[in-house]
Structures are given as C-alpha cells and as structure tokens.
C-alpha cells in the first residue's frame, strides 16, 4: 500500500486523492447574489447535511489551488448572508457542470447555462426552477480553514424554507430515490446516477464555454434537445468554421440526406445522435449545415 504525507505531494495531487477517495458527494447547486442584487450560480460538491433541527447544511467554496483566489459564491456569501442551495439530478447535471465555467464577475451563469431564475419566497437569491429540490438558506456563520490554495470554507446554512417538485414524490408523499434521480461527484471527470451508476462529464473548458445564451434560438427551442444536450453544445469555445461544415457534410452521406430532406427536425435528431457519443464537434457541424 502507498503511504502518502499530505505535506510531500502538492495541493492539486492531493485533492486528487481525496475527492478520488472520499465519493461519491454530494452537489450543492450554490445560487447567491452580490451586494448590488447581480445573481451568481455554481456547483460544489464539498456538501452535506449536517443537522435537523434545526435544519442545516455545510458547503465548501475551497480557495482556488492554481492562484489561491476565492470564488464569487464565497464573497457574496459574507456580504448578503443568504444562498439558495438548489440539488442536481440527472436531468440538469450538464448545465450545472457548464455553470462552474469561471465566467467573469457579472456574468449570469443562470443565463450561461440554460437554467431558469425562481424567485425566492424568504432570500434573495434565486432559485434553479429546474432543480428537484431547492433549500432557501440563512449564511449562520463561514468558517475559514486555512489561507493556502485548496483551502476550504464551511458555510454553514439554517434552512429556512424548502422547496419540493410535486413529480419527485411518491403516493405516500415522501422523495422518491428513483424519481429524484441525484447524481454526485467522485475524483476527475466521474459522477455518479444514484439509481443507476457510473458516468463522466468533462470538465468545463479553462477557456470559456460560449454558454446556452449563444446557442441559435430555433436549437435552444427544439422539442428534440434537453438541458443536458444544451449544456454540452454551451461547452464549446468556438463554433466550427464554414470549411469545417462543408468538408464535414462532403464526407458524410447521412448529413447529405437529412440536408436534402429539408427536415430541421431530422437534423436537430441527427446532431442529437453525435451528442449521444459526446461528439459535439460534429453535433455542431450538423447543426450548422446547409
């Protein structure tokens, strides 16, 4: 067995050790507002429950290892002392993923990201409206654990109303494990379906996603694509160049016939397909062929 002094390896080695070690976890969709009313979403699976009465639950914006900043969840935290933790089930994980792109301050990651903003009932924060389960918060206290890169911060949060999706309940009206559908976070690019197991999203790009926002809207409408689709097509850096496309639908004959088939439908399906095989490259070039 391979014995490790946390003090010989570095802060990212580390942290790969534990969130590879200590998983599945938990996600806290963290959604907050800063002191002059600007929106901020983001995921952090340093989470849990921690208490029932009174109902409390602790997350961790960690100091970033790279260049040892902290996050605008963690700042905004301390000047509003309010957040809305919001739960992420399968059927979001790819927006949620999308919304931890490090967009610059001001920037609307609910926007960026395809999700819909909920008014909170108590907090100002918003709520996800696609998120199962969403926990209006009181910040009772942030308590910092160190001052290096990869150091956590606990915010602790006194649940002040919670918010349950009538479709998650069962006949007795209690969650229902199957219908809730959570996933968690392990080390790397792993998650995990609760009700089925293990998958992968890769990691937001370091460069910027150009985010749902900028997705065609006739794409953002279709009945063919959900929120994971288009948060796997907002992960892109750029759109393919019209060379791309042409030499792209040159060689391959079932984009020629869907083109000839006049069916935006049809296309929308055929891209839906590459994205299938996270191939979003070519979901794109389907998408933008003519």
């Not at 794409?219 to 948060?231: A, E, K, P, Q």
């Amino acid at each position: 067995m391979r014995s490790i002094d946390p003090k010989q390896v570095s802060p990212a080695q580390l942290q790969g050790y534990l969130q590879s070690a200590v998983a599945p976890r938990p996600i806290a969709f963290a959604s907050t507002i800063d002191a002059n009313g600007k929106p901020n979403l983001s995921p952090f699976s340093f989470f849990n429950v921690f208490s029932s009465n009174p109902p409390v639950l602790v997350f961790s914006p960690a100091r970033r290892v790279r260049d040892n900043t902290t996050k605008h969840t963690l700042e905004n935290c301390r000047q509003t002392k309010q957040v809305v933790i919001n739960v992420v089930n399968y059927a979001m994980v790819q927006q949620a993923s999308l919304s931890s792109t490090e967009y610059p301050e001001g920037v609307n990651e609910f926007v960026k990201s395809g999700l819909t903003m909920l008014p909170s009932d108590i907090v100002k924060p918003y709520r996800v409206a696609e998120s199962p389960v969403q926990f209006e918060c009181k910040v009772n206290d942030i308590i910092a654990l160190g001052e290096n890169g990869g150091a956590g911060n606990l915010v602790i949060c006194e649940v002040v109303k919670i918010h349950v999706g009538e479709n998650i309940l069962d006949e007795n009206g209690h969650i229902d494990q199957y219908k809730i559908d959570l996933v968690s976070r392990l080390g790397g690019n792993w998650y995990s379906r609760s009700n089925q197991g293990l998958f992968e999203v890769p990691k937001p790009l370091t460069t910027l996603g150009i985010g749902v926002d900028q997705i065609p809207e006739h794409i953002r409408n279709s009945t063919v694509f959900d929120g994971n689709d288009l948060g796997m097509l907002g992960n892109v850096e750029a759109l393919p160049t019209r060379e791309e496309i042409d030499t792209f639908v040159k060689e391959h004959f079932a984009v020629k016939g869907v083109l000839s088939a006049d069916d935006r439908k049809l296309q929308h399906e055929l891209a839906k397909e590459y994205i299938g095989k996270n191939d979003v490259a070519s979901a794109w070039k389907v998408l933008l062929a003519q």
